[in-house]
């Protein structure tokens, strides 16, 4: 629990900053003593006290104290801290966590770290013999005058999007109250900063928190915005300065989130110390109601013709195999399946009737709505619910989604092709329902050449070709590449085709395309020409190969009888991810972070929390087609 309050008023005008901030913060100098920085602000100690209750035990040099102007000084708003009165010992027995042993006493797991050093560097072992710190509560009041003000928290309304009004941090917004639910629900009475100019959330922007140590240099090579830029779209910044937390304003077009830098794929095999039993929920839409059981032949003909229960079948079958996994690695789990037969009502009645606080993780849930609802019902006691296959509609603060953007993706192999050193030329084709892409190209590669669709005389329509001469003089000796961005199969077959017949040894041609659409595997769209162009494109996942040596699809074959397919793979790799995840920490949420990067059959996860809601997978593949018709990883 945090031990002070403060308040940390940010506006647009020097004047009213000044005359409206109620309190100060001072950094501990060598030699002061509490008494002499209350002497320098004309308060008493007992008023450095009540806001910085830590300071009674110790003063340390650098620390940070809140100090209140003389007008704030009057008591009323309760704090609580918690006081050190004692040890019990305590002998680590099979199976304990640090996790559950601060369960068990009901204190913080860096409670326990903090009064036994060693765990800092060393895991918990059985036998260890361990202080418990024991602590009473102390309840102290203040209030700081007039410069709070009580406010009723809006529907899909989140902690980020209330600091960002009142020009204050989410940490801030925290201290501010105490006992805050994690969660806010709409309704919520909490504390803000009685600011008369309070900011509106513009939903044609986007938003960033900036991380710790982060200054102009490095918000410029992150988001591509310079100072000026920054301080244009918000001026508080020419009067306060960047500040760890504080929440930016940017463009919608710039992708927000922490920079994801080049890390090592992590093998958490190695580091598994958290082997309590894991609750999972799995919540697919078999509809069972639906299928007849009188003969096999009918159940057969059941799951071929229901689409949806022969996806949910093969990605419990994953899920399964995956449980199996973990258990030969000592992780135990305790799974539940539910059959939501792809009904609100029935998920509605799932929720109602079973206990879901308990479980570590919900997997599942193929569509959007379901994922939604789930998801929303769970938000307050913080359950992680994650779909293998879907995007949410709003990804609130518990969803892990699976699935990277296609903004990611786009970006993805953007840059790949800025990377290649032996790049010579690019050129740009797209559609006219293109142009929105096309020009973001255009911006990327300035010198290459954009080559639209042709349009119809007649009616002035999409035609969907391009001819021979649109492409005189735009490839170069040496390596070209070119962008086709279209979702139709036409312009596919047309463009390959013409492309296919450019391509000699003294001019590569490699055809790229940031959104592979179905239109790419038409039937009119010849797979060899694809594989003479050496077509690369951003995936979320790498193609599974007969040969790969891989143990889960030797296991898969030898119990099924057949190749798991991608969504039996997608299942498998998925829940294999969250149980060692939940393994290696006390929770998902704990390694939720981008400097964890895993990779398994098909698929690898990288998460990062957004601003304004959930976690995002930003792990992706660039992948090609190869001369003998495969499609195969590119090594970066």
């Given at each position: 629990?945090?031990?002070?309050?403060?308040?940390?008023?940010?506006?647009?005008?020097?004047?009213?900053?000044?005359?409206?901030?109620?309190?100060?913060?001072?950094?501990?100098?060598?030699?002061?003593?509490?008494?002499?920085?209350?002497?320098?602000?004309?308060?008493?100690?007992?008023?450095?006290?009540?806001?910085?209750?830590?300071?009674?035990?110790?003063?340390?040099?650098?620390?940070?104290?809140?100090?209140?102007?003389?007008?704030?000084?009057?008591?009323?708003?309760?704090?609580?801290?918690?006081?050190?009165?004692?040890?019990?010992?305590?002998?680590?027995?099979?199976?304990?966590?640090?996790?559950?042993?601060?369960?068990?006493?009901?204190?913080?797991?860096?409670?326990?770290?903090?009064?036994?050093?060693?765990?800092?560097?060393?895991?918990?072992?059985?036998?260890?013999?361990?202080r418990i710190p024991q602590y009473k509560t102390v309840a102290s009041k203040v209030t700081p005058n007039a410069a709070l003000k009580t406010y009723t928290v809006q529907p899909k309304e989140g902690k980020w999007g209330i600091a960002y009004k009142?020009?204050?941090?989410?940490?801030?917004?925290?201290?501010?109250?105490?006992?805050?639910?994690?969660?806010?629900?709409?309704?919520?009475?909490?504390?803000?900063?009685?600011?008369?100019?309070?900011?509106?959330?513009?939903?044609?922007?986007?938003?960033?928190?900036?991380?710790?140590s982060e200054g102009y240099y490095r918000l410029k090579v992150k988001l591509g915005l310079t100072q000026e830029q920054l301080e244009n779209?918000?001026?508080?910044?020419?009067?306060?300065?960047?500040?760890?937390?504080?929440?930016?304003?940017?463009p919608n077009n710039i992708m927000v989130g922490e920079k994801l830098e080049d890390v090592e794929i992590t093998n958490l095999n190695s580091n598994l110390k958290n082997l309590r039993t894991k609750q999972i929920a799995v919540m697919l839409p078999f509809r069972l109601a639906r299928v007849t059981t009188d003969s096999i032949q009918q159940t057969k003909n059941s799951i071929k013709n229901d689409r949806r229960l022969s996806v949910s079948l093969d990605i419990h079958s994953g899920i399964l195999m995956a449980i199996d996994s973990a258990k030969q690695l000592g992780i135990s789990s305790n799974v539940k399946v539910f059959d939501t037969a792809d009904q609100l009502a029935e998920i509605s009645k799932i929720l109602n009737n079973n206990d879901f606080s308990k479980y570590d993780a919900v997997i599942g849930l193929l569509t959007a709505k379901n994922l939604d609802r789930v998801a929303l019902a769970l938000e307050k006691d913080r359950i992680p619910v994650i779909s293998p296959i879907t995007k949410p509609t709003q990804l609130l603060e518990n969803v892990f989604q699976t699935i990277p953007e296609q903004e990611k993706l786009e970006k993805s192999i953007i840059q790949y092709v800025k990377d290649d050193l032996l790049r010579r030329n690019v050129v740009i084709i797209a559609d006219h329902s293109h142009t929105n892409v096309s020009n973001r190209l255009k911006s990327e590669f300035p010198n290459a050449k954009l080559i639209l669709s042709r349009k119809d005389d007649k009616t002035g329509r999409d035609?969907?070709?391009?001819?021979?001469?649109?492409?005189?003089?735009?490839?170069?000796?040496?390596?070209?590449?070119?962008?086709?961005?279209?979702?139709?199969?036409?312009?596919?077959?047309?463009?390959?085709?013409?492309?296919?017949?450019?391509?000699?040894?003294?001019?590569?041609?490699?055809?790229?395309?940031?959104?592979?659409?179905?239109?790419?595997?038409?039937?009119?769209?010849?797979?060899?020409?694809?594989?003479?162009?050496?077509?690369?494109?951003?995936?979320?996942?790498?193609?599974?190969?007969?040969?790969?040596?891989?143990?889960?699809?030797?296991?898969?074959k030898k119990k099924y009888g057949v190749e798991p397919n991608r969504f039996a793979v997608r299942g498998f790799d998925l829940t294999l991810d969250i149980l060692l995840r939940l393994a290696s920490a006390d929770d998902l949420y704990q390694t939720a972070n981008s400097a964890i990067e895993t990779e398994y059959t098909e698929n690898k996860f990288r998460y990062s929390k957004k601003p304004q809601g959930g976690y995002l997978n930003e792990a992706v593949y660039i992948v090609k087609y190869t001369s003998d018709l495969t499609i195969e990883e590119v090594k970066l």
């Open positions: 629990m945090k031990k002070l309050i403060l308040i940390c008023i940010l506006t647009l005008s020097c004047s009213w900053f000044a005359n409206a901030q109620k309190f100060k913060s001072h950094t501990v100098k060598q030699g002061e003593t509490v008494e002499s920085i209350a002497k320098k602000y004309q308060v008493t100690a007992s008023d450095i006290y009540i806001l910085n209750p830590d300071a009674k035990k110790r003063l340390i040099v650098d620390s940070v104290l809140i100090i209140p102007n003389v007008s704030t000084i009057v008591s009323g708003l309760p704090v609580e801290t918690k006081e050190l009165i004692g040890y019990k010992s305590h002998k680590v027995k099979r199976k304990e966590t640090l996790y559950s042993l601060s369960k068990t006493y009901n204190i913080e797991v860096e409670d326990i770290k903090k009064h036994n050093k060693r765990l800092y560097s060393e895991n918990l072992k059985k036998g260890d013999q361990i009142y020009g204050i941090t989410v940490a801030d917004l925290e201290i501010l109250n105490p006992n805050m639910n994690e969660v806010l629900q709409p309704g919520d009475i909490i504390n803000v900063p009685n600011a008369t100019d309070v900011k509106v959330i513009d939903e044609n922007f986007n938003y960033y928190t900036v991380q710790k779209l918000n001026p508080e910044l020419k009067v306060d300065g960047l500040k760890d937390g504080m929440i930016l304003k940017i035609a969907y070709y391009i001819q021979a001469t649109n492409l005189n003089g735009a490839f170069v000796s040496g390596k070209n590449y070119v962008f086709l961005e279209t979702a139709n199969e036409a312009l596919v077959s047309n463009v390959t085709s013409m492309l296919n017949g450019l391509t000699n040894k003294n001019q590569e041609v490699i055809l790229v395309t940031t959104n592979k659409t179905d239109a790419f595997e038409g039937v009119n769209v010849s797979n060899y020409h694809l594989s003479n162009l050496q077509f690369h494109y951003a995936s979320i996942n790498r193609s599974l190969n007969s040969d790969h040596p891989d143990s889960f699809v030797k296991s898969y």
